[in-house]
């Protein structure tokens, strides 16, 4: 019960709208969870209620979704165009009206952002302790990489709202690509734990079978995020998005190289498995193929190995029925028994005309 108040009152603290206190909250509840308790009194209703309350500080309040972003985007002149009916001009009012709420709230509430990074220190503390994940499981160790990866995404797509309108205060607040880019720097560390847990990509070989829908989770994790990630590297990489926004060129340019160096560490966690480990991946060959689209010659260098690895394995029976080009086909058989070649000798009369024509009569 006593901890049960203890963790009520942090929960108070971390749904502020402070951003001090929360982040006080989140640095206090840290200590608690790290150095006060027993990690082998703790129980599995304990780290429901930490992770659902470390998770929900991975979130944006209030942002908005793609669909009005989108809508937002469509100009002002909208309502003008022939054949637009009025509904489509009453979603897009009330797409702008809920991308100025969002941006008028970011600039009262703009030091609410340091509780995004504050949270992924802790998650990334507590996740980086082996007596803590042997505590917490499988299960919640998921469950917080999910919600960092989904945190990620809000940031990025909060960081794309807020480069379209820049901000007039004296105060700057971190940016929340800078938080995305952190994240995504511990998202590659829990990765890399995932692929090297044997009872993870081998599910059926795990001795306790309830920790096989964990482990089937965090295979989906896997490669959902190592294709979120190639997904930011080729955006990041393309001229496009070097034109949006008011980021300095320094620093996209930094951001980029940190990212390629991220996605050269994930794909050096794969190339350490083993074959038929690798193989349980072998859905994310079509995203190994996507990253020989990088401009970076180390990714493509790897993403070949892991091609070639794939494509022996699990790839070369689907290869199996494919005939190389001008390798001829096996001899049919006639009904009688004996072997016809797959080519039928020519007529009759053109054989019989080959024969008795010498060069001085095909010429005439």
């Known amino acids: 019960c006593l901890i049960e108040e203890v963790l009520g009152m942090f929960n108070s603290c971390l749904i ?23 990690k082998h009194a703790i129980t599995d209703d304990f780290w429901a209620t930490v992770c659902h309350m470390l998770r929900r500080c991975l979130s944006v309040r209030g942002l908005p979704t793609p669909g009005h972003i989108s809508a937002s985007a469509g100009g002002a002149g909208t309502d003008e165009k022939e054949g637009k ?63 960092l990866g989904r945190g990620i995404e809000d940031w990025e797509q909060a960081a794309r709202i807020m480069a379209m309108y820049p901000s007039q205060s004296l105060i700057v607040p971190p940016d929340y690509q800078e938080n995305a880019l ?17 009872d993870v990509l081998n599910p059926e070989k795990s001795a306790d079978s309830d920790s096989k829908p964990s482990a089937t989770a965090a295979k989906s994790l896997i490669k959902e995020r190592s294709e979120a990630l190639l997904s930011s590297l080729l955006l990041k990489e393309s001229s496009a998005l070097r034109s949006v926004g008011t980021i300095p060129e320094a620093a996209r340019a930094l951001e980029l190289k940190r990212t390629t160096e991220m996605m050269c560490n994930l794909l050096d966690a794969f190339q350490k498995l083993d074959d038929p480990r690798l193989f349980t991946l072998a859905a994310l060959t079509p995203t190994f193929s996507a990253c020989m689209q990088s401009k970076s010659e180390s990714i493509r260098q790897r993403v070949h190995g892991l091609v070639q690895r794939m494509f022996k394995g699990p790839l070369s029976e689907r290869l199996e029925g494919i005939s190389p080009v001008g390798k001829k086909k096996p001899i049919a058989a006639s009904p009688s028994g004996e072997s016809v ?24």
């Open 85 to 147: 009916e009025d509904d489509a001009y009453a979603q897009q009012q009330e797409a702008l009206a809920m991308m100025n709420e969002f941006v008028l709230e970011e600039e009262l509430l703009a030091d609410r952002r340091y509780i995004g990074s504050n949270a992924v220190m802790v998650i990334g503390s507590l996740l980086g302790s082996k007596a803590i994940v042997e505590s917490m499981g499988l299960r919640w160790y998921v469950f917080l990489g999910t919600g």
């Open 16 to 38: 502020s709208d402070s951003g001090p206190l929360a982040v006080r909250g989140l640095l206090r509840l840290h200590k608690f969870v790290y150095e006060d308790l027993d």
């Open 341 to 364: 070649d797959s080519v039928p000798p020519p007529p009759l009369e053109t054989r019989e005309l080959t024969e008795e024509s010498t060069p001085e009569e095909s010429k005439d």
């Open 182 to 198: 952190y994240g995504r720097k511990y998202m590659v560390k829990f990765l890399t734990y995932l692929i090297g847990k044997k």
